[in-house]
């Protein structure tokens, strides 16, 4: 059986937004689905999609988990975007958490280091 996901981001702010994006992922987006919404491919069958949807905006919850989770924090920062909280679950995951200017929430989860 093949998955893909496919997760959404509903923004007030298109312009906005997609600036934030941009340097939160650290790339424009991998295509243009239409004049409103925005897609980048996170990896293969994987994509987080930006939508201008102005009375849904703010509300929501992805986590990525990653890799090179150290490396990927340095470079956001390094881009301008700061975490908003970092933790460590007892198990030793790490998670850094980003909100966008309409307080959506974009985690970043890494393996125990």
């Known amino acids: 059986m093949s998955v893909d996901l496919f997760a959404g981001v509903p923004v007030r702010d298109?312009?906005?937004a997609l600036a934030w994006y941009e340097r939160l992922l650290?790339?424009?987006?991998t295509f243009v689905a239409s004049p409103e919404e925005v897609v980048?491919?996170?990896?293969?069958?994987r994509s987080l999609a930006v939508e201008h949807?102005?009375?849904h905006a703010g509300h929501a919850l992805n986590t990525v988990f990653v890799d090179d989770f150290d490396d990927r924090v340095a470079a956001i920062s390094a881009r301008g975007v700061e975490p908003v909280r970092r933790e460590t679950y007892g198990?030793?995951?790490r998670k850094a958490l980003y909100r966008d200017p309409d307080g959506n929430e974009i985690g970043l989860g890494g393996a125990p280091a």
């Open 91 to 93: 198990n030793g995951v």
């Open 14 to 16: 298109f312009a906005a």
């Open 40 to 45: 980048w491919e996170l990896a293969e069958h």
């Open 53 to 55: 949807r102005p009375e």
């Open 26 to 29: 650290g790339t424009p987006p």
